[in-house]
């Protein structure tokens, strides 16, 4: 079993910052990917960024593209999403998820990020 435990949302204004966290514990040693995903009132979970835990390759969604940045701190099993310029439609709650070898899927309890305009 693997435990995901997101951090860092809150309320910010428009063309403002965020740095979400998500720290994993348990079998980290299978997990081979990870990624962020976004869930605004009313629609559906969308992928917003994903990244190798090896060699740190990165995917973004076309929407975050150039704004946001996924890193990971191998030492520490923890995966970051920088957010800059902030828009008031990147309001939605942010969802960790972590991918293992064995092809389980693990989701954390999700945190609030609200953009002001």
């Known amino acids: 079993q693997v435990q995901l435990v997101e951090s860092g949302g809150g309320l910010v204004q428009a063309g403002g910052s965020l740095r979400l966290s998500c720290a994993a514990s348990?079998?980290?040693?299978?997990?081979?990917?990870m990624c962020w995903f976004r869930q605004a009132p009313g629609k559906e979970r969308e992928f917003v960024a994903h990244?190798?835990?090896?060699?740190?390759?990165?995917i973004y969604a076309d929407s975050v593209k150039g704004r946001f940045t996924i890193s990971r701190d191998n030492a520490k099993n923890t995966v970051y999403l920088q957010m800059n310029s902030l828009k008031p439609e990147d309001t939605a709650v942010y969802y960790c998820?972590?991918?293992?070898?064995?092809?389980?899927?693990?989701w954390g309890q999700g945190t609030q990020v609200t953009v002001s305009s």
């Open positions: 990244i190798r835990w090896s060699g740190g390759s990165t």
């Open positions: 348990g079998r980290t040693f299978s997990l081979y990917a």
């Open positions: 998820a972590a991918f293992s070898s064995s092809d389980n899927t693990y």
